[in-house]
């Protein structure tokens, strides 16, 4: 079973910036393209970015791009998110999740989770 725990998540101040970690166990890590999810009450879990096996490659949703980079550390199993320039709109609920999908669709950035294996999550919020 794979198990992920994320943190790094808070309360900050529209411009802010807050990092991400998630750590994965359960999986073979570096085989496996990884990706960060979100997700508000009562609306559907959107993915936000994904990256890679080799960390070469990566996907950002617009929402996100040119303010969120996502990276990871094979070496210690470890998914990271750098959210910079934070928005009101980026309150949410924040998952990482081994992936199966990531691509664009028709202009749009489409992330499906590879296993149905999620972490508690961690909470951002972000005050205007």
């Known amino acids: 079973q794979v198990h992920l725990v994320e943190s790094g998540g808070g309360s900050v101040q529209a411009g802010g910036s807050l990092r991400l970690s998630c750590t994965v166990s359960g999986l073979t890590f570096d085989g496996h393209t990884m990706g960060w999810f979100r997700q508000a009450p009562g609306k559907e879990r959107e993915g936000v970015s994904c990256?890679?096996?080799?960390?070469?490659?990566?996907y950002y949703a617009e929402s996100v791009k040119g303010r969120f980079t996502i990276s990871r550390d094979n070496a210690k199993n470890t998914l990271y998110l750098q959210m910079n320039s934070l928005k009101t709109e980026d309150t949410d609920m924040y998952y990482c999740?081994?992936?199966?999908?990531?691509?664009?669709?028709?202009?749009?950035?489409?992330?499906?989770?590879?296993?149905?294996?999620w972490g508690q999550g961690t909470q951002v919020t972000v005050s205007s």
């Open positions: 999740a081994a992936v199966s999908i990531c691509q664009y669709r028709s202009g749009k950035y489409y992330e499906e989770a590879r296993y149905n294996d």
């Open positions: 990256i890679y096996w080799s960390g070469g490659i990566s």
